[in-house]
């Protein structure tokens, strides 16, 4: 199994990769290739590179966490504008930045980025492209963790609440799937990317991208996972209310 490791940003942005994200096509062949990066310890690792895989939006997330706070507000509200032709993983920093000025938002944004990553992963052939979900998702990083912190004494009703408002406007906005960019971003996270970036070899889009006729299937798949948080939320708020009735 390859690991992917979290690595500073600040290595990321570092990176120099020549990817348009606009000329990438959505599905065909792909040629994955391996790029060695040298950490400041001294060790190396490996990123799956081209046609805009995994390395390339890793580097470009690197290179955006590395914008001063001051641009949080247009950065984000760029982010968002373009959240149908980027890939959904960048959605992640756009929360981030929302975190600090508009956390309803920021609660959106960043299970929207989650539904549209899951769905990405679940269309990939090899199953071990999930991995990089909870990779590309800490890149959210502790201020929009803290919002959705639903245990925590003084104010978790509220969050709880607000993360239930977030996940229906989820459902009614219909935008889950709207995306028009390929998922080959989150694909090229999985070993069979690596392996062929390995051998040099091409994988032709049956060996990365599921048949579209399944798709319909995984988008069931992403509604129940959030119809399924939203149940653990309400059993969440219900216990809470009950608890306080009794004092």
Request: hydrophobic share 45%.
């Amino acid at each position: 199994m390859i690991e992917f490791p979290r690595f500073v940003c600040g290595l990321l942005a570092a990176i120099s990769l020549a990817a348009s994200v606009h000329a990438q096509e959505f599905g065909g062949t792909r040629n994955p290739e391996l790029m060695e990066i040298t950490l400041s310890d001294g060790s190396t690792t490996h990123f799956v590179i081209g046609q805009y895989a995994w390395g390339e939006l890793l580097a470009e997330m690197g290179q955006l966490r590395g914008e001063a706070a001051s641009r949080d507000r247009e950065i984000a509200d760029q982010l968002f504008a373009a959240r149908d032709t980027i890939p959904p993983g960048m959605l992640f920093e756009a929360a981030r930045r929302y975190a600090s000025f508009d956390q309803e938002q920021a609660v959106y944004v960043f299970l929207l980025a989650r539904a549209r990553t899951l769905y990405d992963a679940l269309r990939c052939v090899d199953s071990t492209a999930t991995e990089g979900i909870p990779v590309i998702t800490d890149m959210a990083g502790n201020e929009v963790v803290a919002l959705m912190n639903i245990n925590e004494e003084g104010g978790g009703a509220a969050r709880t609440e607000r993360m239930q408002r977030a996940l229906q406007r989820l459902l009614d906005s219909g935008e889950t799937f709207n995306s028009t960019f390929s998922p080959w971003w989150i694909c090229s996270a999985s070993d069979s990317a690596f392996f062929a970036a390995v051998n040099a070899a091409t994988m032709p889009q049956d060996e990365w991208l599921k048949q579209e006729v399944v798709w319909p299937t995984v988008q069931e798949q992403v509604r129940r996972n959030i119809r399924e948080n939203q149940a653990l939320l309400a059993i969440t708020m219900g216990t809470r209310d009950l608890a306080n009735s009794d004092e």
